[in-house]
């Protein structure tokens, strides 16, 4: 593979793992017999969802916080993000001794503001739009000195990210292939930055929903597009990529093999082959990669790893979908 191929010096990633390591969990890797007897090589899964806040965007969030210089740590940190990010933001800014403001507009659910209020974050919350919220956002930032940390698009989110690429090579040495889920991409290049400087011929494949993948269709164009959002059972992995993006749509074009696009139907057998045959309850976003295995449609060059990404969904939905409900999350009778 071409060097200049990398964004990151491989030392990122270790430097990140040092800096976060006694903040995070390093979660279990498990074998599992079902999907190695399916696919006829071994298959390993990552067990991330049980990361604390329940994914691995404390990962990014925590190494992103600890590598601000001492002013912006005073000043404090803001976030956007009503999911995932935003809970892991609100955890490691709390765990830093570092304020942090999440805003939202009046839209959001309750559950998802109690969500990101139990991590210890204040809620803010202005505007009846995220383009409103994003005003107060601008506003923090400029006039009172915080420190906006998005989601994916950002050396040292990525650089968190990519620390389970450290841990896939430590825990399956012979690895070949890896899945990931794909949204924005933070996640997928900092595994493929990480996994690839070590060793450039493992296949790195991503895995998004059909409804509104914005990378996929990003790459296809050459360049960053919009795609319109979609309800969907992988509601972790929803939004654009960013037009200005800076980082992810680059290293997915150069370090990413293959992108795999999956329906709900299939995002749901995935769920429920977690819960069924391996024990865990992961959410849509989560359970892609599973997903993709057992719909038979990524090819597996040898050992392969498998990134349970996140468990924060809904238990009643999770319920009715391992109860064998095909949930129309939609509300279009189309899944
Ligand atoms: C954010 C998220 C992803 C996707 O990560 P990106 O860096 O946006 O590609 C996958 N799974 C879960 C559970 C997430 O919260």
């Known amino acids: 593979m071409n060097p200049n191929s990398f964004q990151f010096a491989p030392e990122t990633f270790t430097q990140a ?34 990361q604390k806040t329940g994914s691995f965007k404390l990962r990014g969030a925590t190494n992103a916080v600890l590598a601000l210089d001492e002013t912006a740590q005073a000043n404090g940190v803001v976030g956007v993000s009503t999911g995932n990010h935003g809970r892991g933001l609100a955890y490691a800014a709390r765990q830093a001794g570092v304020k942090c403001i999440i805003c939202m507009s009046r839209l959001v659910p309750q559950n998802k503001i109690d969500g990101i209020r139990a ?20 506003r923090l930032v400029d006039e009172e000195g915080m420190t ?9 989110i990525i650089a968190g990210q990519g620390t389970l690429g450290l841990e896939f090579l430590e825990d399956v ?21 990480a996994v690839k400087a ?9 895995v998004s929903m059909e409804r509104g993948a914005a990378m996929a269709a990003s790459q296809a164009a050459g360049h960053p597009v919009q795609v319109p959002e979609l309800p969907t059972l992988a509601d972790s992995l929803g ?17 990413v093999d293959n992108i795999v696009l999956l329906n709900e139907v299939e ?8 819960y069924w045959q391996e024990r865990q309850v992961v959410e849509g976003s989560g359970a892609v990669c599973l997903a993709a295995l057992v719909a038979d449609k ?34 279009e009778g189309e899944i």
């Open 173 to 193: 040495p012979d690895v070949e292939t890896v899945l990931v889920p794909l949204s924005g991409g933070g996640l997928i290049s900092g595994v493929a930055e």
């Open 298 to 331: 990524a090819k597996l060059a040898g050992p392969s790893v498998a990134l349970l990404s996140g468990c924060n969904i809904d238990m009643n939905m999770h319920q009715r979908i391992i109860s064998g409900e095909d949930v129309d999350v939609a509300g």
């Open 239 to 255: 939004g654009g990529i960013g037009l200005e993006n800076r980082y992810t749509f680059n290293v997915v074009r150069d370090l």
């Open 17 to 50: 793992r040092t800096r976060i390591a006694d903040r995070i969990l390093r979660t279990p890797m498990v074998h599992s017999s079902s999907l190695s007897e399916r696919a006829g090589v071994p298959v390993h899964l990552k067990l991330e969802q049980l």
């Open 267 to 274: 995002i749901a057998a995935g769920i429920r082959h977690a």
């Open 148 to 156: 906006l940390l998005p989601p994916f698009d950002h050396k040292d």
């Open 119 to 138: 991590q210890g974050a204040e809620v803010r919350i202005v505007g009846s739009s995220q383009d409103e919220a994003q005003v107060e956002v601008d």
């Open 198 to 206: 070590r060793k450039p011929d493992v296949k790195i494949i991503g």
